[in-house]
C-alpha cells in the first residue's frame, strides 16, 4: 500500500487527506493488479477488496493458490476467510521483514519515482488517471530487469527491431 503525503506548502486541495493505493502482483510474471484507491482503510473496504480479487470470473487471485501480505491490521480475520473460502492461502509475512518483498518494494519504487512523486493533484480523478496510465505503460512498454528487458504485455509493434522508431508518451510526455 501506498499513500500519498498532503501538501507540503500548507495549502488545502482536493487530496489534502493521504489516499492509499492497493495493489496485488503475480511474482512469476510481475503483472500487477490495482485493487483499490481509497483515502481512508477500513476492514469493510478490504472485505470487498478480497471479493473483488476472488471474484469466480474475473477476480486477479483466480485460480491462485496463495496471497502473501505484510502484517497490516487491515489484513483481517474476515479477509482471510474470504480467500479461504476459494482456496487462496492468506500468508502473512514475519515481523520486520521488508527484504522478503522485494518485488513488490521495487514496484512501490517505480510507481512512486516515475509518476506519482512527479505530479501534483488536485482531485482523485487525477490521481486514478495518472495509476491507471502508468499501469498501461508499465506492463505495455516498460522493460523489466528482473524479466530479462522483456515487456509483460507488449503491445504488437512495441519492441520491435525492425521499422519507424515510434516515442510513445503518457501524462503529457511524463512516461516514455
Not at 492468506?90 to 506519482?116: D, G, Q, W
Not at 524479466?147 to 521499422?163: D, Y
Request: net charge positive; proline share 6%; with cysteine.
Amino acid at each position: 500500500m501506498y499513500g500519498i503525503p498532503p501538501r507540503r506548502d500548507g495549502r488545502s486541495s482536493a487530496l489534502s487527506l493521504p489516499y492509499h493505493v492497493l495493489f496485488v502482483m503475480e511474482l512469476s510474471t510481475r503483472v500487477v493488479e490495482i485493487a483499490g484507491i481509497v483515502p481512508e482503510l477500513n476492514g469493510r473496504w478490504m472485505e470487498q477488496v478480497a471479493r473483488n480479487l476472488t471474484d469466480a470470473f474475473d477476480g486477479f487471485l483466480r485460480n491462485k493458490r496463495y496471497l502473501i501480505h505484510d502484517r497490516s491490521p487491515l489484513f483481517t480475520s474476515r479477509f482471510a476467510e474470504i480467500l479461504r473460502a476459494v482456496g487462496v492461502e492468506p500468508i502473512k509475512l514475519p515481523p520486520r521483514s521488508p527484504n522478503l518483498s522485494p518485488h513488490a518494494e521495487r514496484f512501490v519504487r517505480s510507481i512512486k519515482s516515475e509518476c506519482l512523486e512527479r505530479v501534483i493533484f488536485f482531485g482523485e480523478r487525477q490521481l486514478r488517471h495518472a495509476v491507471t496510465e502508468f499501469m498501461a505503460h508499465y506492463h505495455e512498454e516498460r522493460n523489466h530487469q528482473g524479466l530479462g528487458n522483456e515487456l509483460i504485455t507488449p503491445k504488437e509493434g512495441v519492441g520491435a527491431t525492425k521499422g519507424e522508431v515510434r516515442c510513445r508518451e503518457r501524462l503529457g510526455g511524463l512516461l516514455r
